[in-house]
């Protein structure tokens, strides 16, 4: 259960991703203005059927991507910055992997969080189709390739039905480069309403000035931390919550 402790330390895409409740209360702790919740229409109990794009090429999928755009039935605010994820395929395990990394917008030590996923392919017949390695949902939890020209952009969407529960869905629209034509976002966030997504709750992420982020410690627990390009004092935090 190690990776599963590490998503409860790094709460909020990792909520993004897996829909854990939890964090976000967390996170409402952690910002300081309070959520007004809009009632949300998008919720639903059962995951869409999803046609996953057909002759996907998964070897041109994997790579680095900026995260341009985001979507999530748990989340009613933007608070995303600098996220990024880095996908690879294993062939020794059959296993992809994406790793990402991302800040709260809000924060004023740009402290970069990060974690990772892991899925299978149930089928090679369809490549666009995965599903999670980690047994952290009794139901079904699939995530599909939507759309992608592999050399600009992706859009990929998440889907889990838990028991009682409505339905935890979320989209990650894919850039390589740090900005997206408008007409490119458009045609890929008009792929999500068929899936009843609200598209008012689709998030825009910052990406400017990403690449000299704080990093962030998961070893040490009274580390300070500073980046390359910082000094004063102002400029270190305190881990001491792992
Ligand atoms: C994921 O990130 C870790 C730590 O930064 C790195 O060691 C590893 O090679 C990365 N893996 C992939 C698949 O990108
Ligand atoms: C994924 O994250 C876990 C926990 O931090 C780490 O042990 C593992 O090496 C990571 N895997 C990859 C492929 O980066
Ligand atoms: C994006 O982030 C940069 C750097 O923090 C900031 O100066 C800019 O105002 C942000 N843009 C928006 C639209 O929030």
Redesign the pocket.
């Known amino acids: 259960m190690y990776l599963w402790r590490h998503a409860a330390a790094s709460l909020p895409l990792l909520l993004l991703l897996l829909g854990e409740l939890t964090s976000v209360l967390a996170w409402m702790k952690y910002n300081s203005y309070t959520a007004t919740s809009r009632k949300r229409t998008d919720l639903r109990r059962r995951c869409p059927n999803v046609r996953a794009i057909r002759n996907f090429d998964l070897e041109q999928m994997m790579g680095y991507w900026h995260v341009v755009q985001y979507y999530a039935s748990t989340e009613e605010l933007p608070e995303y ?1 600098c996220m990024r994820s880095h996908f690879a395929f294993s062939s020794e395990d059959q296993h992809i992997t994406m790793n990402f990394s991302y800040i709260f ?1 809000e924060d004023p030590l ?1 402290e970069k969080l990060q974690g990772n996923i892991t899925w299978l392919i149930p089928d090679f017949g369809t490549p666009a189709h995965w599903m999670h390695t980690e047994d952290i949902y009794e139901g079904i939890y699939n995530t599909y390739v939507l759309d992608t020209d592999y050399r600009n952009w992706g859009l990929i969407m998440h889907c889990a039905e838990k028991k009682k529960h409505p339905r935890y869905l979320s989209a990650l629209l894919l850039s390589r480069e740090p900005t997206l034509g408008e007409n490119v976002i458009t045609f890929l966030r008009e792929k999500l309403p068929r899936y009843d997504i609200d598209l008012s709750f689709m998030f ?1 992420i ?1 990406q ?2 990403c690449d000299h982020l704080m990093e962030s410690s998961k070893d040490d627990p009274l580390a300070y931390i500073v980046n390359s390009q910082l000094n004063s004092g102002d400029n270190f935090k305190i881990i001491n919550k792992l």
Do not use: K, M, V
């Open positions: 910055a917008a740009r825009s910052n400017t000035s």
